[in-house]
């Protein structure tokens, strides 16, 4: 039986899939079912996949298994970006302003002034709008389409960089208490010797909390559950003493 696996992209799809079914994206087999363009190409799609491990042809299988082919998942190698170097931050973290004003326009008639920071390895944006900092309240996902749709504006594809979109430092101040939550868990965990769930369901907000635990070698975090019901859990290293 096929799973159906919906996401933003192929590509995040493909990477749901293999989750689900412990298997590598070179493993599965896939046919598309739906597929949503959003704004700009890109904000608001949606594709929906039917998603298959594949297996070795087995004497007398069923017709379906013999004719239903499976597509192999595409592979396209990634080439090491270099890092855009203070200037060329500069110059695009401009861009990027000016183009993030554009996009408040969709969700503010008045004119929406945006903070450029531009440090030695990334570019922060902070929207100065409280009708936007409710709106991004209402919807935690909004601020990782922003920094998506952002990441392929640029018309220099040739550097990486890092970007941070903020609405009035909420985000910033989030990522402070949420600092906080990943030591005491840490610290809980370690003495207790037992794993802990965080119902976090906003994945950005999991992130943080992961990167921030990436370097304790006293625990492990890893994601359960499926879809919203997805979870993280901290887990002591039994490999520590």
Known sequence: MALVVEAKSLQLALVKAASQLGVTQAELGYEITAEKRGFLGLFG?????????????????????????????PH??????????????????????????????????????????????HISLDIQSETLRAQFAHNGKLLDAFE??????????????????????????????????????????FQSKQPVVLNYRNAYDRKVIHMALDQDPRVYTQSVGHGPSRKLMVAPNKNYV
């Open 148 to 189: 998506h749709i952002l990441h392929k504006i640029p018309k220099d594809r040739t550097k990486s960089f890092r970007l941070f979109v903020d609405v009035m430092g909420t985000r910033k101040a989030r990522e402070g208490e949420l600092l906080t939550v990943a030591q005491e868990t840490s610290e809980k965990v």
């Open 45 to 73: 799609g949606q594709v929906t996949l039917e998603v298959w491990k594949k297996r070795a042809p087995r004497a007398g299988g069923s017709r379906r298994e013999e004719g239903r082919e499976p597509r192999r998942a």
């Open 76 to 121: 396209v190698p990634r080439e090491r970006v270099p890092a855009a170097n203070p200037q060329e931050l500069s110059v695009l973290g401009k861009e990027l302003q000016s183009a993030c004003q554009k996009m408040c326009g969709f969700f503010e008639p008045e004119p929406v002034s945006v903070l450029l920071t531009v440090s030695t390895d």
